[in-house]
């Protein structure tokens, strides 16, 4: 590290004081104004015959002044090539190995400056795929070279040069092809990370632009309800880096856009190299809008977030949720305007409240929790994740899959007791859906729009829902005391309640992943009742089908 601090300073100090003299002959000759060279280096000496080795290829290049000197054109400043040598040196500390670092002849570089003769082409990175858990880079190697090498990490400095000069926030591999596939946990969300390729072949090394991208730009919360009075709430991205100069010198901007500027606004309407990356959502009317979010890297496009969905209610309106019976479980917040004399959980027919389980947050004012205030605050972590792949992956071979039409009068059920129904694309169910005695597994893989009712009988038929894309609840379904909709819904987005004025009453259970929710947009005139009430089923866990349950296998040791 000490001889690269004195080459630096050389460089700088021969730049400043060195006078260029022309020779008689330079109309007859040319002299450039500059040259890339690869940049060589020299490694440890042999400690047992204090020897030093050539010169090896240091990863990097560096652009060189020309000018005259003795009637040749010659680089300004030595710099270490492959035409120098290393020499041995001792000190207290021990030996060590320094570069001859001659001035390079700038109309012949030869193996310093990648030429003479050089067939090698110059790499390049083309994209990068972010997946949910492993990061995909493509890139053109070029042709010439005996093999390719990349360096990616936060430290755009780092990456530039293989991570020689230092391995923070830098990564490097050799002997790699595209597309190359690397592990999710390398990466962290919200970060600005640079990729560089390598085609090597000695002196005729040639290297790529370094490529910046961004691995992921979410915005939250992806849900945001606001009374008409309510001051601005805030809305995040979760995009970290910001400008650094040398590790990280990217100008990072975030922007913030309301689809419909007459229900919701947002102020700012961007930020840059300004983490945290923030901005306030406030209530212009009644309705409901999508918030985005772009960012931007040195002005141009690199990552476009998730929307968010923002309710607005009118002023006048009062809205509060419940639950009956059942736990609640999030690694969010839990919150609910429960007016006074009210519970959020409610007690069940066994005479006691569920449980909410909660990371942040749990808010109930001016109400209760419950009638015992049980309630746990702790994160909850599920290594598998019950998706909508996970369960259509498990659907027997040996089922009959009925075509949708039979949905309403009745289709063939299979030898398991259950009718099942799956659909490729979106779903509306417009009509009363009454199964009476009836089992319903039904599969959508895009959306799914209830505008009617579901039904039940208890203890005895059974529906589940399982949708790949949000569900969504017309603002019509309604019911107070009695449920508008009985079964089981999973969904991979968002359950939306639906917009309206009307009660919504759901007897059974729902289950939405990560990066989706429930969106509540109920407001009743009054708050009497709950706007939205969710009743633990029983029956409907019970009735659950075998095949789409959680196996696991117990090995026991057994009599022969």
Not at 73 to 99: K, P, R
Not at 443 to 449: A, I, R, T
Request: with cysteine; hydrophobic share 35%.
């Amino acid at each position: 590290m000490k001889g690269k601090l004195f080459s630096i300073i050389l460089i700088l100090s021969t730049i400043l004081t060195t006078k260029i003299v022309l020779p008689d002959n330079t109309l007859s000759q040319s002299c450039p104004h500059g040259i890339t060279i690869d940049t060589y280096r020299c490694q440890d000496p042999n400690e047992i015959t204090k020897t030093c080795g050539s010169p090896v290829y240091a990863g990097y290049d560096v652009q060189l002044l020309c000018g005259w000197s003795g009637g040749s054109c010659v680089s300004i400043s030595g710099w270490c090539s492959n035409n120098d040598s290393c020499i041995y040196n001792e000190n207290a500390i021990g030996g060590y190995c320094t570069c001859t670092s001659s001035p390079v002849d700038c109309n012949n570089p030869g193996g310093g400056g990648g030429g003479g003769g050089c067939d090698t082409t110059v790499p390049s990175v083309q994209s990068i795929e972010w997946g949910a858990d492993t990061v995909t880079i493509n890139f053109y190697g070029g042709v010439g070279g005996t093999r390719n090498d990349i360096a990616f990490g936060s430290n755009k400095t780092n990456v530039a040069t293989k991570c020689l000069v230092s391995g923070v926030g830098c990564t490097t591999m050799t002997n790699v092809s595209s597309p190359l596939i690397v592990a999710g946990d390398s990466f962290s969300d919200g970060t600005v990370y640079y990729f560089k390729v390598w085609n090597i072949d000695g002196a005729c090394t040639k290297t790529s632009e370094v490529k910046q991208d961004i691995s992921s730009c979410e915005i939250s919360p992806n849900i945001i309800n606001l009374n008409m009075e309510d001051p601005a709430q805030t809305l995040t991205s979760e995009v970290v880096s910001t400008f650094v100069f040398a590790s990280s010198p990217t100008e990072v901007k975030v922007t913030f856009s309301s689809d419909d500027m007459g229900v919701a606004s947002v102020d700012p309407s961007s930020e840059t190299n300004s983490y945290v990356y923030q901005t306030g959502v406030s209530p212009v009317g009644v309705g409901s809008t999508s918030l985005r979010s772009n960012t931007y890297l040195d002005n141009v496009l690199s990552c476009t977030a998730t929307s968010s969905t923002v309710n607005v209610n009118d002023a006048g309106g009062i809205s509060w949720w419940q639950v009956i019976d059942g736990d609640i479980t999030t690694n969010e917040d839990l919150s609910s305007d429960v007016p006074v004399a009210n519970v959020f959980i409610d007690d069940g027919a066994g005479g006691y409240p569920g449980v909410p389980v909660y990371e942040t947050s749990l808010s109930v004012v001016p109400g209760t929790t419950s009638s015992t205030n049980w309630n746990v605050n702790t994160a909850t972590i599920q290594p598998r994740i019950f998706n909508y792949s996970y369960f259509e992956n498990l659907i027997p071979d040996d089922v009959i899959i009925n075509d949708i039409g039979s949905l309403l009068t009745g289709g063939v059920t299979s030898s398991d007791g259950y009718e099942w129904y799956k659909v490729t694309g979106n779903l509306s169910i417009d009509s009363l859906l009454n199964l009476a005695s009836r089992k319903i597994i039904l599969f959508v893989s895009e959306e799914l729009n209830i505008n009617n009712e579901i039904w039940v009988t208890d203890g005895i038929g059974f529906f589940g829902a399982f949708v790949g894309g949000n569900i969504n609840v017309s603002g019509e379904v309604t019911g107070v005391n009695n449920p508008s909709l009985e079964g089981i819904y999973l969904t991979n987005g968002i359950f939306s309640t639906g917009i309206g004025t009307g009660n919504l009453f759901i007897r059974g259970s729902v289950s939405t992943t990560a990066g989706g929710g429930i969106n509540l947009q109920r407001v009743p005139p009054e708050n009497s009742n709950p706007s939205e009430v969710f009743e633990f089923a029983p029956d409907q866990i019970l009735l659950f089908p075998k095949s789409l349950m959680f196996k696991r296998t117990k090995w026991a040791e057994v009599s022969p």
